[in-house]
């Protein structure tokens, strides 16, 4: 049975204050000039914690976990309510998961200006922390191994969102990434797309690490065909991979191991996209070398 981890993303969409200070300039979160955040605009934590889980529940599942969600439903960060911390505890706690990740920005002072506090640190409970602390060690030595930050160590403290007993997990952290109230992991880390990627990645490696499950990197291709008796994580892979190149029409795949009909009849579209023909000859149930490099590659046609 595979594991099951609950990625939580901090506070919610309107929740008062937990932003940056007003902004010295324009940023540009992603490169593409649609996602900018304004001279003078505040950007709300909860944006960029939204912007990190969900990076990250994509990660946990192409290694094979199963994942929830906790202060967020999709990777539209603008209108979740502020999910009340008992809430979450016990969603967390019927659902039956084995471990829970909270996703945070940290900041200091009075919230108005920017000063010198900074880096990354992760936080326990303070006594119901269960099997909290090494997971916690080992999560943040991929994380301070990235982007170089101060590294913070891991603090015990009274957070409802580590609280093992009420949650009834075997771990339960919270990742404090970077600061928002310090100019440069404010502009440079939290606004920054690659950066909630590469900390998704290094929170993924450490769940991996700890849990002794092989970490399958984003630019993976499986070596061997897929078929209906394959691995699920690749079979996933290949229902993630389709779903990206499949034309607007066809309903998305439900990326969950199973190579149903569902997935048979979405390789055969794919192919006939591809031009390949193939579909006249093959039943759709073995995904050769030819199509897991075209599916790696994002070919369309």
Not at 104 to 132: M, R, W
Not at 158 to 182: G, H, P, S, Y
Not at 230 to 246: C, F, G, Y
Not at 250 to 255: A, D, F, Q
Request: hydrophobic content about 35%.
């Amino acid at each position: 049975m595979a594991i099951k981890i609950n990625v939580d993303a901090g506070h919610g969409s309107k929740t008062a204050g937990k932003r940056t200070p007003p902004m010295a300039q324009a940023i540009d979160i992603n490169g593409d000039s649609n996602s900018i955040i304004k001279k003078g605009e505040q950007y709300r934590e909860h944006y960029a914690n939204v912007g990190v889980a969900n990076f990250l529940v994509r990660e946990l599942e192409r290694c094979g976990f199963n994942t929830m969600r906790t202060g967020w439903n999709d990777d539209n960060a603008y209108d979740d309510p502020d999910q009340a911390l008992s809430d979450r505890q016990r969603a967390i706690a019927k659902a039956g998961c084995d471990y829970s990740i909270s996703i945070h920005y940290n900041a200091f002072g009075d919230g108005k200006t920017f000063n010198s506090a900074e880096g990354v640190g992760i936080y326990i409970h303070n006594k119901y922390a269960g099997q909290s602390k090494r997971l916690a060690e080992t999560v943040l030595k991929h994380l301070a191994g990235g982007t170089k930050q101060k590294n913070r160590g891991v603090t015990p403290a009274r957070l409802a969102m580590c609280n093992c007993n009420n949650m009834d997990v075997k771990a339960a952290i919270l990742c404090e990434l970077a600061f928002m109230t310090n100019l440069r992991e404010a502009t440079e880390l939290m606004t920054n797309e690659a950066f909630w990627e590469e900390c998704a990645q290094e929170i993924c490696q450490g769940v991996c690490e700890y849990t002794g499950i092989k970490y399958i990197p984003k630019d993976y291709i499986p070596e061997k065909a897929i078929t209906p008796e394959s691995d699920p994580r690749d079979i996933k892979w290949a229902q993630e991979k389709l779903n990206a190149v499949l034309p607007d029409w066809y309903p998305r795949l439900k990326v969950d191991g199973d190579y149903g009909s569902k997935t048979r009849i979405a390789t055969l579209i794919y192919w006939d996209q591809l031009g390949w023909g193939k579909h006249l000859k093959d039943d759709g149930t073995r995904m050769g070398k030819s199509t897991r490099e075209a599916l790696a590659a994002g070919r369309r046609e």
